[in-house]
């Protein structure tokens, strides 16, 4: 596979569909089962939320298989790549290593994947903390990370699997609240950049309902 600059819309579709099937190839080497059949899964439903949303198909389905492809790796394995990468890791995030695995995603994505596209390596980035005004691909795949079919734990699920379709920037909002709740309760750190996307969210839907 070799790196290429190419925008994932321009390419031929048997071409842009070997790329896809060597993606998952490499994927399900790399990823325990249950993991790669989640990242199958993103991958549909951001393929469905960019259908709605009116962005690229191709480059929500690309984000959304690859956005865990550093998952394969130890929390200590992913501070350490982190360090040899020059990857910052705050002292909160190297408290909160579940996480870090998105942080070090788009470097991994680079040197195993060979993806170039920044709006892609973005989206990986931010898919579980999110951060203040994403881009709607940000956007799609923070949000189809959590209510993905293979999903069964958040409570609300079938709600916010509705809401997605319907109002993306109010189950954004839905998700990080009921996360922060989950782990408070949970006697979990909560981190800056989740609350900084909360308190973005919370705004923006309390300004609509001003607005009424």
């Given at each position: 596979?070799?790196?290429?600059?190419?925008?994932?819309?321009?390419?031929?579709?048997?071409?842009?569909?070997?790329?896809?099937?060597?993606?998952?190839?490499?994927?399900?080497?790399?990823?325990?089962p249950g993991r790669y059949e989640h990242s199958l899964s993103v991958s549909f439903t951001c393929i469905c939320l960019a259908m709605r949303y009116g962005?690229?198909?191709?480059?929500?389905?690309?984000?959304?298989?690859?956005?865990?492809?550093?998952?394969?790796?130890?929390?200590?394995?992913?501070?350490?790549?982190?360090?040899?990468?020059?990857?910052?890791?705050?002292?909160?995030?190297?408290?909160?290593?579940?996480?870090?695995?998105?942080?070090?995603?788009?470097?991994?994505?680079?040197?195993?994947?060979?993806?170039?596209?920044?709006?892609?390596?973005?989206?990986?980035?931010?898919?579980?903390?999110?951060?203040?005004?994403?881009?709607?691909?940000?956007?799609?795949?923070?949000?189809?990370?959590?209510?993905?079919?293979?999903?069964?734990?958040?409570?609300?699920?079938?709600?916010?699997?509705?809401?997605?379709?319907?109002?993306?920037?109010?189950?954004?909002?839905?998700?990080?609240?009921?996360?922060?709740?989950?782990?408070?309760?949970?006697?979990?750190?909560?981190?800056?950049?989740?609350?900084?996307?909360?308190?973005?969210?919370?705004?923006?839907?309390?300004?609509?309902?001003?607005?009424?």
């Amino acid at each position: 596979m070799s790196e290429s600059t190419v925008d994932y819309d321009q390419m031929e579709t048997a071409d842009y569909l070997d790329l896809v099937q060597e993606y998952r190839s490499k994927l399900q080497e790399i990823l325990k089962p249950g993991r790669y059949e989640h990242s199958l899964s993103v991958s549909f439903t951001c393929i469905c939320l960019a259908m709605r949303y009116g962005i690229s198909i191709r480059k929500a389905e690309i984000a959304g298989l690859i956005h865990d492809c550093a998952k394969q790796f130890s929390n200590d394995e992913l501070i350490t790549l982190c360090r040899e990468n020059g990857v910052n890791l705050t002292e909160e995030l190297i408290q909160s290593p579940q996480v870090i695995h998105s942080i070090y995603g788009p470097s991994y994505a680079r040197q195993a994947f060979h993806v170039t596209d920044q709006e892609v390596l973005s989206a990986v980035y931010y898919h579980t903390l999110g951060k203040p005004d994403m881009s709607m691909l940000e956007k799609i795949v923070f949000t189809a990370d959590y209510i993905e079919a293979r999903r069964d734990q958040a409570k609300r699920l079938p709600e916010l699997r509705m809401l997605a379709f319907t109002d993306i920037d109010q189950c954004i909002y839905e998700i990080n609240k009921d996360t922060i709740d989950y782990l408070e309760k949970s006697g979990k750190s909560v981190c800056q950049d989740t609350m900084q996307t909360y308190a973005y969210y919370k705004q923006l839907i309390d300004r609509r309902q001003e607005e009424k």
